[in-house]
């Protein structure tokens, strides 16, 4: 990891997409939109290697039995590719917690497969989907985390120190994650000296140190105020084009869609309609992607 994410102009990322040049969020309602049917056939360049970062097969997700059933999530099939940054959208209840849940191994689908880089997440031992939780896996939701009586520093520390890594090395990556979130200074104070869109950095420095590659966000400006919440959509772009982060951002925000390289729309469950992915020119007739 070198530099601060976003300092650099926007480049092509792993997967062959590029961010939007235009990061002022102009476009309020996202255009483009396609079927979802199409999502299996797309060949990203990056699958010619390695399997798409993420991939739901036909997966549903049900609470309860009998009259009360819920269904969260229903027939969802979509695939992620590797450096990608897709926005779920939806009415609330529609299940974009749930599809963001089943990703991390936080829930286990009712039927289908969630496949996380080539790896069905059935097949894999709760060991071994725990380790894949700390080690692969960031998640940053609405409600922080960040732990009051550890400073910025140490929370950022933990879930290194949590695996074992020396404290010693643990604060030096911390230190530059930090810093590639465009936090360098006050790192020994704690979360509450900071203002929302800080500390909300500080959680996305602890999302993804130690080179996570899926990083899953459920609503993470809900709390900022409109400057606020830029920055960090920015700064989550960046991740994203720089650094081949991988992320699923849930959001209300219909203005995030210009920093995104696609949006997903759910709705009563299922994805009803999502944006062509953003690969430039590389996308023909909104639906094939050729190298
Ligand atoms: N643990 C649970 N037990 C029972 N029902 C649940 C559970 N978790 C979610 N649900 C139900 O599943 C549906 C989808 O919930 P989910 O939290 O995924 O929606 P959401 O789109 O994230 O909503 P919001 O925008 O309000 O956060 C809702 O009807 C919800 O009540
Ligand atoms: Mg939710």
């Known amino acids: 990891m070198s530099g601060q994410v976003g300092a650099t102009p926007p480049s092509s990322n792993p997967s062959g997409s590029t961010t939007p040049s235009n990061t002022t969020p102009s476009n309020t309602t996202p255009s483009n939109t396609m079927n979802t049917t199409c999502p299996q056939s797309i060949s990203f360049d990056a699958q010619k290697v390695s399997p798409p970062m993420l991939q739901y097969i036909d997966v549903v997700k049900s609470y309860g039995t009998g009259s009360t059933e819920v269904r969260a999530v229903t027939d969802v099939s979509l695939t992620i590719g590797r450096g990608e940054f897709v926005?779920?959208?939806?009415?609330?209840?529609?299940?974009?917690?749930?599809?963001?849940?089943?990703?991390?191994?936080?829930?286990?689908?009712?039927?289908?497969?969630?496949?996380?880089?080539?790896?069905?997440?059935?097949?894999?031992?709760?060991?071994?989907?725990a380790e894949?939780?700390?080690?692969?896996?960031?998640?940053?939701?609405?409600?922080?985390?960040?732990?009051?009586?550890?400073?910025?520093?140490?929370?950022?520390?933990?879930?290194?120190?949590?695996?074992?890594?020396?404290?010693?090395?643990?604060?030096?990556?911390?230190?530059?994650?930090?810093?590639?979130?465009?936090?360098?200074?006050?790192?020994?104070?704690?979360?509450?000296?900071?203002?929302?869109?800080q500390r909300q950095r500080i959680a996305i420095a602890r999302a993804v140190i130690g080179d996570r590659r899926l990083l899953l966000t459920d609503e993470p400006t809900g709390a900022l105020d409109t400057v606020n919440s830029d920055q960090v959509v920015e700064l989550l772009a960046a991740l994203a084009r720089d650094r081949g982060v991988t992320i699923v951002m849930v959001t209300h925000e219909p203005r995030f869609a210009s920093w995104t390289d696609r949006v997903v729309f759910m709705r009563d469950g299922r994805i009803v309609d999502q944006t062509a992915p953003d690969f430039g020119a590389t996308v023909s007739s909104g639906i094939g992607v050729t190298s």
């Open 132 to 197: 894949m939780r700390r080690r692969d896996v960031g998640y940053v939701f609405q409600s922080l985390n960040l732990i009051p009586a550890l400073t910025c520093l140490e929370n950022v520390m933990l879930p290194l120190e949590l695996d074992g890594v020396a404290t010693k090395q643990a604060r030096l990556l911390a230190t530059e994650a930090l810093h590639q979130v465009g936090l360098d200074h006050s790192l020994d104070r704690y979360p509450d000296d900071f203002s929302g869109g």
């Open 87 to 129: 926005a779920v959208m939806g009415p609330s209840g529609c299940g974009k917690s749930t599809l963001l849940h089943l990703a991390g191994a936080l829930e286990t689908p009712s039927a289908g497969r969630v496949i996380v880089d080539g790896n069905d997440l059935a097949e894999m031992s709760v060991r071994d989907q």
